[in-house]
């Protein structure tokens, strides 16, 4: 019978408890007449996963399967969407926001996937269900982790960068310098992946050299300790001499880092800020606004954002970075392993865990990396 991981309710405090994992065992569903059925074969991890397990996210389910990131094969279809079957896809890691750029359309509606009490999917599970317009085709390119990395972070990225920083412009993307906070983190190093691939000078932090030096070989110009004082002096002088500034920084902490860039942003520029992981409040400087200088929120992206966000990955090929994967749904102490490694930050990239192999399922098109035919 298919499994699916879900969170035990224990009681607890918000940032207290900390839900366990469980495996139930559930039907397989049965797709309706535009529904797709995939049979999972990886699924990654989110920060948002964390905190859910301490009850420190909205509306969380304890019923509905973990986890927003998952890549698999069309098994089955309804009559309205038989031309998936035998597919490769990604899935659509939220809901209720079609193509505003302002936000969804409906804030009430809107939901990310996994253990959320709007909608009933979540990727952490064999088989799932939904609407053959929440999937997309996934880059042949990529391997299952690979591609199972991608959702979540992806479309955030995407957004804080295309959307926010270079205000919806990626035609004169070349050659801006952009600040790229907290490398290390899915959304980082894919803001970093699709600035390079746009020809942008990509800077990034860090409180550790060793990704540093990682960040480089995916393309970063330069970066700095964020634990060493004065760094924003340091990131200075790896400014390039013709261009000794910032267009944008893209960041995922808060904290001080406007006081760190503020001498550092031209007039004009942009701080697009998808998380404050440092706390929820973050000072604003009156040297900022007289630079005139953008504060911009995001959070996740739209149905529009994602597919535009795939097709630029699939055009350039660019590959998700994974940092561990375990194998298996009921391998839970492998699975709190992978939570592990999120609460001490030791992750370069994503976290996934291997469900099961698309070669199961027979001949597949679309994309799965090795071991996967293609389209």
């Known amino acids: 019978m298919p499994q699916a991981l879900t969170i035990k309710k224990i009681d607890g405090k918000p940032g207290q408890v900390y839900y366990p994992l469980q495996i139930k065992q559930v039907p397989k569903p049965t797709p309706g007449p535009k529904d797709v059925l995939v049979r999972l074969h990886a699924a990654a991890l989110n920060h948002r996963d964390f905190f859910i397990r301490q009850h420190l996210y909205p509306g969380i389910s304890f019923d509905h399967p973990m986890l927003a990131d998952g890549f698999g094969t069309v098994v089955d279809a309804g009559p309205e969407a038989r031309s998936f079957v035998g597919k490769?896809?990604?899935?659509?890691?939220?809901?209720?926001?079609?193509?505003?750029?302002d936000g969804p359309e409906d804030a009430r509606a809107f939901s990310v996937v996994g253990s959320a009490v709007l909608t009933?999917?979540?990727?952490?599970?064999?088989?799932?269900?939904?609407?053959?317009?929440?999937?997309e085709l996934a880059p042949p390119h990529l391997?299952?982790?690979e591609a199972a990395a991608l959702p979540l972070v992806?479309?955030?990225?995407?957004?804080?960068l295309v959307t926010k920083a270079l205000r919806g412009r990626t035609d004169d993307a070349a050659g801006r310098n952009i600040l790229v906070t907290g490398i290390g983190g899915g959304v980082a190093l894919n803001v970093l992946q699709f600035a390079t691939a746009m020809g942008c000078n990509v800077f990034v932090t860090s409180g550790d050299p060793a990704k540093l030096e990682r960040a480089r070989r995916l393309g970063a110009k330069g970066g700095v300790s964020y634990k060493e004082p004065g760094w924003d002096k340091q990131l200075a002088a790896q400014l390039p001499k013709s261009r000794p500034y910032l267009d944008a920084v893209v960041d995922g902490a808060g904290g001080d880092i406007v006081a760190k860039t503020v001498r550092l942003l031209r007039p004009g520029a942009v701080i697009s800020v998808y998380g404050m992981t440092v706390g929820p409040k973050m000072d604003w400087l009156m040297q900022a606004v007289m630079k005139n200088v953008d504060l911009r929120g995001t959070t996740m992206g739209s149905r529009a954002e994602f597919r535009d966000m795939v097709?630029?990955?699939?055009?350039?090929?660019?590959?998700?970075?994974?940092?561990?994967?375990?194998?298996?749904?009921?391998?839970?102490?492998?699975?709190d392993g992978l939570f592990e490694d999120m609460r001490a930050?030791?992750?370069?990239?994503?976290?996934?865990i291997d469900?099961?192999?698309p070669s199961?399922?027979?001949?597949?098109?679309?994309g799965g990396g090795e071991g996967s035919p293609k389209l």
């Open 88 to 101: 490769t896809v990604v899935l659509t890691p939220c809901r209720g926001w079609a193509s505003s750029p």
């Open 311 to 335: 097709a630029f990955v699939r055009r350039h090929e660019i590959r998700p970075v994974v940092s561990r994967v375990v194998r298996g749904l009921a391998s839970l102490d492998d699975i």
């Open 154 to 160: 992806g479309l955030t990225g995407w957004r804080a």
């Open 345 to 352: 930050g030791k992750q370069f990239g994503k976290l996934v």
């Open 120 to 135: 009933p999917a979540g990727t952490a599970q064999d088989y799932v269900a939904v609407p053959a317009d929440e999937v």
């Open 360 to 366: 199961d399922v027979g001949s597949s098109s679309g």
């Open 355 to 357: 469900i099961s192999s």
């Open 143 to 145: 391997t299952p982790h």
